[in-house]
């Protein structure tokens, strides 16, 4: 049996491949196999399912991540850093995605709404970890979060988006220039 879930992951990949236009009932019947029965049974109508894909973007790829990170709440603020580092960088795939949504957010006020909660949620979870590193070297930790998440967005941004490994090394590069550590090593 076909779930929300599996209809939400449709979406995702809908969007990532194609872009928020082909999110329509026909395209995700197609992709399913399934009839619009099946998905007026999940969702009432399109707008309905924009809002739930909106959702599901959301829980799965902030607040899962941040919840993955804090299952060891005992650990150091730069042990989940790094963590966090390894989850946001461990999908590739994930970067069209990520290009997909904020292009939506330019083009739909209810996209724009979930990106901008998604981006707060994200800058104020790195801020809380940058706070907590263990190096008198860090003048502003808040402006250390914001930089770490805008390298982030510029390097899904440039065409061809960097390797995790490249902007893995970013990451260590900045942090080291941040605190006069290598947190990531």
Do not use: N
Not at 74 to 99: F, G, N, P, Y
Not at 140 to 158: C, F, K, S
């Amino acid at each position: 049996m076909v779930t929300r879930a599996d209809w939400l992951e449709a979406g995702l990949t809908v969007l990532a491949e194609e872009g928020a236009p082909a999110l329509t009932i026909e395209r995700l019947t197609e992709r399913m196999g399934l009839s619009k029965g099946s998905y007026y049974h999940h969702f009432k109508g399109a707008g309905g399912f924009r809002t739930a894909l909106l959702e599901y973007f959301e829980a799965q790829f902030t607040a899962r991540l941040i919840d993955t990170v804090e299952e060891k709440p005992e650990a150091d603020a730069a042990t989940k850093l790094k963590r966090l580092l390894d989850l946001v960088l461990a999908d590739d795939a994930k970067v069209q995605l990520e290009i997909a949504v904020r292009a939506w957010a330019l083009q739909d006020a209810e996209a724009r709404a979930a990106q901008e909660r998604v981006d707060h949620t994200r800058t104020q979870y790195l801020q809380r970890l940058c706070r907590g590193l263990d190096s008198k070297q860090v003048d502003d930790p808040d402006r250390l979060a914001r930089l770490l998440y805008l390298i982030l967005i510029g390097a899904e941004q440039v065409l061809p988006p960097l390797p995790s490994s490249e902007l893995r090394e970013l990451y260590a590069m900045t942090l080291r220039l941040a605190t006069g550590e290598s947190l990531l090593d």
